[in-house]
Nanobody
Framework: QVQLVESGGGLVQPGESLTLSCAAPGFDKFYAYIIKWHRQVPGGGREEIASITPTGDKWGYADSVKGRFTIIRDNDARTLTLRMNNLKPDDTAVYYC??????WGQGTQVTVAQ
């Protein structure tokens, strides 16, 4: 059974950085999937914020995070990373990794507040 496990969330102050990880142990075909990060606030829809191709040679970002977030994948380790810099209160959300379209992690909470 495919599992995606996010980690690294927490409480930070505006302007600080945080790195999220998504591990996919035992996911033999991890290398074949486009992987995405999404986020969701309570009562809101799920927003796709970053994606990366199977080989890691192309990526895309939502305007809301462009220039501040970086998505990285390691197919050998079956991990996905989201480096988040200059965090803002509007970045507060539950963050999910997704082996598009089928597999989802359980989410990790990021809170940006004074």
């Amino acid at each position: 059974q495919v599992q995606l496990v996010e980690s690294g969330g927490g409480l930070v102050q505006p302007g600080e950085s945080l790195t999220l990880s998504c591990a996919a142990p035992g996911f033999d075909k991890f290398y074949a999937y486009i992987i995405k990060w999404h986020r969701q606030v309570p009562g809101g829809g799920r927003e796709e914020i970053a994606s990366i191709t199977p080989t890691g040679d192309k990526w895309g970002y939502a305007d809301s995070v462009k220039g501040r977030f970086t998505i990285i994948r390691d197919n050998d380790a079956r991990t996905l990373t989201l480096r988040m810099n200059n965090l803002k209160p509007d970045d507060t959300a539950v963050y999910y990794c997704n082996a598009w379209p089928r597999y989802w992690g359980q989410g990790t909470q990021v809170t940006v507040a004074q």
